[in-house]
């Protein structure tokens, strides 16, 4: 699994012209599942996003907190699926999206995922949004820092 994660100051999903889901201060992530993944990597995907310090402390000092840390407001993670980050331009001008995991075992994986970051959230279901799975959807956000790193199930096997 492959994940672009941002933080951000806010962040919406719109669907067909309708607000689905917005975020306030917390991470923009979009996940892109490999047609090789399996519930290991979504494990292991969400361990390292909910753990990563990329937040500053009530000092102002730098990359001390993570996502799940207890604060005023509450920071939210936002999530959409996003199958394209599995895609090349290896050979010629149009985009090779073979790597991409096929729709239904992909949609199954990701609600799983999301399942298990809910879980292992301190609020729970309350810090978690996401957007609607296969639609084309119009992502805003106000990156803050600007702060994106990305984490790839991958490179824990390298």
Partial sequence: MRAVVQRVLRASVD????????????LMVLVGLHVEDTFEDAQ???????KARVFPDENGKDWT???????????????????????????????DLHNAMPPVPAKQ?????????????????????????GAAMEVSLVNHG?????LDSR???A
């Fill in 15 to 26: 669907v067909d012209g309708a607000l689905v889901s917005s975020t306030g201060p917390g």
């Fill in 44 to 50: 292991w995907l969400a361990g390292k996003l909910l």
């Fill in 155 to 157: 490179d824990r096997k």
């Fill in 65 to 95: 907190q993570s996502v799940t840390v207890e604060c005023e407001p509450a920071r939210q993670i936002l999530f959409v699926s996003q199958f394209t980050l599995h895609g090349s331009f290896a050979s010629g001008n149009k985009p």
């Fill in 146 to 150: 600007p702060v994106t790193f990305v």
């Fill in 109 to 133: 994986l990701y609600e799983t995922f999301l399942q298990h970051v809910k879980t292992m959230m301190p609020r729970g279901n309350d810090c978690v949004r996401d957007g609607v799975f």
